[in-house]
Nanobody, 122 residues
Framework: QVQLVESGGGLVQAGGSMRLSCAAS????????MGWFRQAPGNEREFVAY????????YYADSVKGRFTISRDNAKNTVYLQMNSLKPEDTAVYYC???????????????WGQGTQVTVSS
């Protein structure tokens, strides 16, 4: 049974930093592209970033480029999202996802975590 468990969310002031983690089990982690998505209240889920299987390639949404960094540790079956210079508009539930395609579309991902709330106060 595939499980993705996010952690590290919470409340932070604008301009601050936070690191999210997503621990995976029940899958061959290094065989999957890992992505982060987010969903704010009243909004559709949106793509944040993905990272290639070996970590060599990454891709970001324009809204987070230069502020967020996705990384992975295949030995620990964990993917991370380092978020710097946070803005109130970054407030959302953040989800990690595992898939086989390099895609910004959520439908391309096969497994999802339960999400972790990130709140950025102004």
């Amino acid at each position: 049974q595939v499980q993705l468990v996010e952690s590290g969310g919470g409340l932070v002031q604008a301009g601050g930093s936070m690191r999210l983690s997503c621990a995976a089990s029940g899958l061959t982690f290094s065989s999957y592209i890992m992505g982060w998505f987010r969903q704010a209240p009243g909004n559709e889920r949106e793509f944040v970033a993905y990272i290639w299987r070996n970590g060599a390639n990454t891709y970001y949404a324009d809204s987070v480029k230069g502020r967020f960094t996705i990384s992975r540790d295949n030995a620990k079956n964990t993917v991370y999202l380092q978020m710097n210079s946070l803005k109130p508009e970054d407030t959302a539930v953040y989800y990690c996802a595992a898939g086989q395609s390099r895609s910004r579309r959520g439908a391309s991902y096969d497994a999802w975590g339960q999400g972790t709330q990130v709140t950025v106060s102004s």
